[in-house]
C-alpha cells in the first residue's frame, strides 16, 4: 500500500534526510527561494475523457478496441489511463521525454503499449504540470497518477484493487524521470511517494546534471579548437559562426582539418571509441541538438537560479595527437559550478533530481551508440556510481546499435521491458553489456547481443528511416 504522508511527517522525513546527508537546514521560518519555472504557467487539456485505441496488428492476441481508456487533468497535468480487460494487476508508469518550452502541456503514449496491453498490464502516463527540463515536476506528477489509479478507475465505474506491483519506464528526460524516481533520495524529500519494483530507462540522461557538464565540453573545446578559447561561454552566438565554419565544411557531416581533431574530442567525451559514434555524425542527426544547447547560462533555463556547470573533470583528447591534447587542455576554458546550485530543499525534492544509484530493485537500461544528444557516456556515469554505492548487482545495461538519440525498435524496448519483468517475478538477472570496459566497448561487433533490427507496426518514423541505413553502413553482426 502506498500511502500519503500528512505534511507533518513529511516535513520531519526530509528534515531526517537532510541531517542525514550532511545538508543544512535553514530555518523552518525561512521561505524557499523562487526560481522562473515557479512563475511560469501551463495548461493541460481539460476537456479529454478518453483516447483512441491502438488500430489492430497482425499477431495480436487481444482486441486493442475493448481497453478502458481514460482520460483528464490531475493536479494541472493531463494523463492517460488504459487497463486491458485481463488486467494483470501490475501498473506501469511511463514517462515521456522533453516537451520543449510552450505552455501546453501534452501527453505520449508509451512505445511499447501494444506490448503491455497484449500482456494484461495496465498503464498511465501524465503530461506532468510543467513543460522545459522540469524532471522534478515529471516526478511528483507521475507518482500523484500511480497513487489515484484506482481512483481514477473507481471514478469511470471500473473499480479496481490496488496494484499488486508498480513499475516505471521513460525515454530521454523520461529516463532521467524514471531514474530519480527510484532513489532513496526521492522516497524521502517527494511529496507524492511510491516504492516501484522495477524500472527501465531508456536513452536516458542517467548522470542527470552531468549531461549538462558535458554539453560545456564539448562547447569549450569548440571554442579553444577554433582559436577563441577565453570568450565568454554564455556570448555563445557571438562567435558560433565562427566556431562552425572553423570547425565544419558542412554541419555536421563534414568536418575540416580542424573539425576532425573536435569529432575526436567529442567522440571521447560522448563514452570514447566505439561503434555507431561515425554514423552518428554521418546522419544520425542527434549532434545538432546537442550543439544547439550551447551559449546557456548554466540554470537550465530557469529550472535553477545559479550555475550548475562543471568542467573541472575533463581532460582532453585528440586521438593520436598528444602535443595537440596539451594544447588544448592549456588553454580551454575551466566552468565552476555555484556549490548551492542544485541543493537539497525542504519543499520537496531538488530542482534537479539525481540518480545517485541508491536502490535496489531490478533496472534494465538501453542506450544508442550513436546517440550525440544524450551520449551513451549517460551509462557509463550511471554504472560508476551505482556500482560505487554498492548496488551493482541491480542494474542491467545494454548498449544498441542505433545511430541517433532513442532510436529503438520496439522490439528493442520490449525486451528490455520483459527482461526486467522476469528479472523482478523470478529472481533470475538477464545479461547485459559491460559499458565502461574502453577495449569492449571499442569492438566492431559492441552492441550486437541487444539490437534487433526487426521493425514491426509501431516504430518512431527515425528508425524506420535509420535502422536501413544503418545496417547499410556498418560491420554486421555475428
Given at each position: 500500500m502506498h500511502l500519503h504522508p500528512t505534511p507533518r511527517l513529511a516535513a520531519l522525513a526530509v528534515s531526517a534526510f537532510l541531517v542525514s546527508c550532511g545538508g543544512s537546514e535553514e530555518p523552518a521560518t525561512v521561505p524557499e527561494e523562487t526560481r522562473a519555472q515557479d512563475t511560469r504557467t501551463f495548461t493541460a487539456d481539460a476537456t479529454a475523457t478518453t483516447f483512441n485505441a491502438m488500430a489492430a496488428a497482425a499477431g495480436d492476441v487481444t482486441d486493442m478496441s475493448t481497453t478502458s481508456r481514460w482520460a483528464g487533468v490531475l493536479n494541472g497535468a493531463g494523463y492517460r489511463v488504459e487497463v486491458p480487460l485481463n488486467w494483470?494487476?501490475?501498473?506501469?508508469?511511463?514517462?515521456?521525454?522533453?516537451?520543449?518550452?510552450?505552455?501546453?502541456?501534452?501527453?505520449?503514449?508509451?512505445?511499447?503499449?501494444?506490448?503491455?496491453?497484449?500482456?494484461?498490464?495496465?498503464?498511465?502516463?501524465?503530461?506532468?504540470?510543467?513543460?522545459?527540463?522540469?524532471?522534478?515536476?515529471?516526478?511528483?506528477?507521475?507518482?500523484?497518477?500511480?497513487?489515484?489509479?484506482?481512483?481514477?478507475?473507481?471514478?469511470?465505474?471500473?473499480p479496481l484493487v490496488a496494484p499488486t506491483k508498480i513499475y516505471i519506464t521513460g525515454h530521454s528526460m523520461g529516463g532521467h524521470i524514471t531514474a530519480a524516481a527510484i532513489e532513496d533520495?526521492?522516497?524521502?524529500?517527494?511529496?507524492?511517494?511510491?516504492?516501484?519494483?522495477?524500472?527501465?530507462?531508456?536513452?536516458?540522461?542517467?548522470?542527470?546534471?552531468?549531461?549538462?557538464?558535458?554539453?560545456?565540453?564539448?562547447?569549450?573545446?569548440?571554442?579553444?579548437?577554433?582559436?577563441?578559447?577565453?570568450?565568454?561561454?554564455?556570448?555563445?552566438?557571438?562567435?558560433?559562426?565562427?566556431?562552425?565554419?572553423?570547425?565544419?565544411?558542412?554541419?555536421?557531416?563534414?568536418p575540416t582539418a580542424t573539425g576532425q581533431k573536435y569529432l575526436s574530442v567529442l567522440k571521447n567525451i560522448t563514452g570514447g571509441t566505439r561503434p555507431m559514434f561515425d554514423l552518428g555524425i554521418a546522419f544520425g542527426g542527434s549532434f545538432p541538438s546537442a550543439y544547439g544547447t550551447f551559449g546557456g547560462d548554466g540554470t537550465v533555463t530557469g529550472i535553477l537560479n545559479k550555475n550548475i556547470l562543471d568542467t573541472n573533470a575533463y581532460t582532453y583528447?585528440?586521438?593520436?595527437?598528444?602535443?595537440?591534447?596539451?594544447?588544448?587542455?592549456?588553454?580551454?576554458?575551466?566552468?565552476?559550478?555555484?556549490?548551492?546550485?542544485?541543493?537539497?530543499?525542504?519543499?520537496?525534492?531538488?530542482?534537479?533530481?539525481?540518480?545517485?544509484?541508491?536502490?535496489?530493485?531490478?533496472?534494465?537500461?538501453?542506450?544508442?551508440?550513436?546517440?550525440?544528444?544524450?551520449?551513451?557516456?549517460?551509462?557509463?556515469?550511471?554504472?560508476?556510481?551505482?556500482?560505487?554505492?554498492?548496488?551493482?548487482?541491480?542494474?542491467?545495461?545494454?548498449?544498441?546499435r542505433g545511430a541517433s538519440h532513442c532510436d529503438f525498435t520496439v522490439a528493442e524496448q520490449a525486451g528490455a521491458f520483459d527482461a526486467m519483468i522476469k528479472w523482478e517475478r523470478d529472481g533470475i538477472k538477464p545479461l547485459g553489456d559491460d559499458v565502461v570496459t574502453p577495449a569492449t566497448v571499442a569492438a566492431t561487433?559492441?552492441?550486437?547481443?541487444?539490437?534487433?533490427?526487426?521493425?514491426?507496426?509501431?516504430?518512431s518514423g527515425t528508425t524506420n528511416a535509420l535502422r536501413p541505413a544503418i545496417v547499410a553502413n556498418s560491420a554486421p553482426c555475428p
Open positions: 494483470n494487476g501490475k501498473l506501469v508508469m511511463y514517462a515521456h521525454g522533453y516537451a520543449g518550452t510552450g505552455t501546453t502541456l501534452g501527453i505520449s503514449n508509451p512505445s511499447i503499449r501494444r506490448y503491455l496491453v497484449q500482456n494484461g498490464y495496465a498503464w498511465a502516463a501524465s503530461s506532468y504540470s510543467k513543460n522545459y527540463y522540469d524532471v522534478r515536476a515529471g516526478v511528483e506528477d507521475t507518482n500523484a497518477l500511480a497513487l489515484e489509479f484506482t481512483k481514477i478507475a473507481a471514478s469511470r465505474s471500473r533520495e526521492a522516497y524521502a524529500t517527494a511529496q507524492n511517494k511510491v516504492k516501484y519494483n522495477g524500472a527501465v530507462p531508456m536513452c536516458g540522461v542517467m548522470g542527470d546534471t552531468e549531461l549538462f557538464n558535458q554539453f560545456a565540453a564539448m562547447q569549450v573545446t569548440a571554442q579553444a579548437l577554433a582559436g577563441v578559447p577565453s570568450y565568454p561561454t554564455a556570448k555563445w552566438s557571438e562567435v558560433s559562426t565562427l566556431v562552425t565554419t572553423t570547425l565544419f565544411t558542412t554541419f555536421p557531416s563534414v583528447t585528440i586521438d593520436g595527437d598528444a602535443a595537440g591534447s596539451t594544447a588544448l587542455n592549456a588553454s580551454v576554458q575551466k566552468l565552476t559550478v555555484a556549490p548551492t546550485a542544485n541543493r537539497l530543499r525542504r519543499d520537496g525534492l531538488r530542482w534537479i533530481p539525481q540518480a545517485n544509484g541508491e536502490f535496489k530493485i531490478p533496472v534494465v537500461s538501453i542506450h544508442t551508440l550513436g546517440d550525440l544528444f544524450v551520449p551513451f557516456s549517460m551509462q557509463q556515469t550511471y554504472q560508476k556510481r551505482v556500482a560505487a554505492k554498492g548496488n551493482g548487482s541491480w542494474l542491467v545495461q545494454r548498449a544498441i561487433t559492441y552492441g550486437c547481443a541487444f539490437t534487433n533490427n526487426t521493425r514491426g507496426p509501431d516504430e
